[in-house]
């Protein structure tokens, strides 16, 4: 069984930066794609990044390009979301995810096989 774990959340203001980290455990990490999406209450979980097995790849949602940088440390199990110049509407729970066929890149939520519980981001405008 796979358990992905959040931190870095919290309360910024507009402009500032967060990083997110997210921990896994339970199968090989490094051959899977890991990816960020988030979600806000009444909203459906919408991508946000995501990385690839290797990290040779990186793709963004388009709200996010040149604010946001995902990246991974295969030997801690861990990838990452360096979030700047953020915006009031970054404001939401952001969940990590691993997809659930190895080597494969699907940026959806159906393609997904494990997610964590989620970290909550606001930003204070």
């Known amino acids: 069984q796979v358990q992905l774990v959040e931190s870095g959340g919290g309360l910024v203001q507009a402009g500032g930066s967060l990083r997110l980290s997210c921990t896994a455990s339970g199968r090989t990490f490094s051959t899977y794609t890991m990816n960020w999406f988030r979600q806000v209450p009444g909203k459906e979980r919408e991508f946000v990044a995501a990385i690839t097995w290797s990290g040779g790849s990186t793709y963004y949602a388009d709200s996010v390009k040149g604010r946001f940088t995902i990246s991974r440390d295969n030997a801690k199990n861990a990838v990452y979301l360096q979030m700047n110049s953020l915006i009031a509407e970054d404001t939401a729970v952001y969940y990590c995810?691993?997809?659930?066929?190895?080597?494969?890149?699907?940026?959806?939520?159906?393609?997904?096989?494990?997610w964590g519980k989620g970290t909550l981001v606001t930003v204070s405008s």
């Open positions: 995810a691993q997809d659930a066929t190895s080597m494969v890149v699907t940026t959806k939520t159906s393609g997904m096989g494990y």
